[in-house]
């Protein structure tokens, strides 16, 4: 006899999980400006980089910047029985509303329309097999984010702040959306931590630094780490070539790459503790 129990009606439907994917991990923030998206590229190229097989989904339905950061147009090539294809992307297989809808021309759509999109690209999209995929989320708590744990079992959340209190305010409102919705949180990362001088080679903390760190110690959640606030790292992403392209070897990239490896770190820690999973992440 089957042991799954149906839902009442009106119930939304269990979250299923998306066949060959081992983790989905969520890059979430309480407010904008803090360069999410940003560390949400670098991390997917970083884990790419790194041996692991990585998708990337652009859930900023309103913001889709990952296609220029990224620095590609191509568009997804529709299959049969309404399958989606993803472009692959120096690496990355990449899915985003800014590669259907290019251009400037903004989408006004309500909540039903968000949840539809999102919907859409978790289970048509042909992932096909990957260690990570990685979901960008937009700012803030809002629909997108319910609409994605409602669908698919998130293995972890990230959540991006930079030192000062007006961002740490809103990160532990995302922090407690995850707990309240029960996803475990892979920790904090702190971005724009501090900035190097090039001229004297002096720290200056432009916005405070240590507070994210401070937060994840609050919450009991992991820390994941420090990123300086470099020109080069936002050069990177305006020109679409991302600061992780350059390698571990690169002084730009290596805070990066030791970002994606503590993740790696605590997902493997998260998924030893959920033994069902689909995937082994080596």
């Known amino acids: 006899m089957s042991s799954h129990i149906p839902p009442r009606p009106g119930q939304p439907p269990a979250p299923q999980p998306l066949p060959g994917v081992g983790a989905i991990v969520a890059v979430g923030s309480g407010k904008g400006g803090v360069g999410k998206t940003t560390l949400a590229v670098n991390l997917a190229l970083a884990l790419a980089k790194l041996g692991h097989k990585t998708g990337l989904l652009d859930a900023d339905v309103y913001g889709p910047n990952v296609p220029l950061m990224l620095g590609t147009s191509a568009q997804p090539r529709v299959l049969g029985e309404n399958r989606i294809e993803p472009p692959s992307v120096h690496g990355l297989k990449v899915i985003s509303v800014g590669l259907l809808n ?10 039903p329309m968000l949840h539809s999109i999102i919907r859409q690209f978790l289970g048509s999209v042909e992932w096909g097999l990957l260690d990570y995929l990685i979901v960008d989320l937009p700012p803030g708590t809002g629909d997108v984010a319910l609409s994605l744990i409602q669908t698919v079992p998130l293995t972890a959340a990230i959540v991006v702040s930079t030192p000062s209190d007006v961002s740490l305010q809103d990160a532990r409102k995302a922090i407690e959306m995850f707990r309240q919705m029960k996803v475990d949180i892979a920790g904090v990362v702190e971005n724009m931590s501090y900035f190097v001088c090039p001229h004297c080679n ?21 820390f994941l780490g420090s990123i300086q606030l470099d020109p080069e790292i936002r050069k990177g992403g305006d020109s679409g070539q991302p600061a992780a392209l350059e390698g571990e070897s690169s002084a730009h990239a290596k805070p990066l790459f030791d970002f994606a490896r503590r993740v790696v770190e605590k997902i493997n820690q998260l998924k030893s503790e959920t033994p069902e999973s689909v995937v082994q992440i080596q």
């Open 202 to 222: 002096t720290e200056i903390d432009i916005f405070s630094r240590g507070g994210a760190e401070k937060t994840a110690r609050q919450f009991d959640v992991n």
């Open 102 to 111: 290019p251009g400037d021309k903004p989408l006004i759509w309500r909540g």
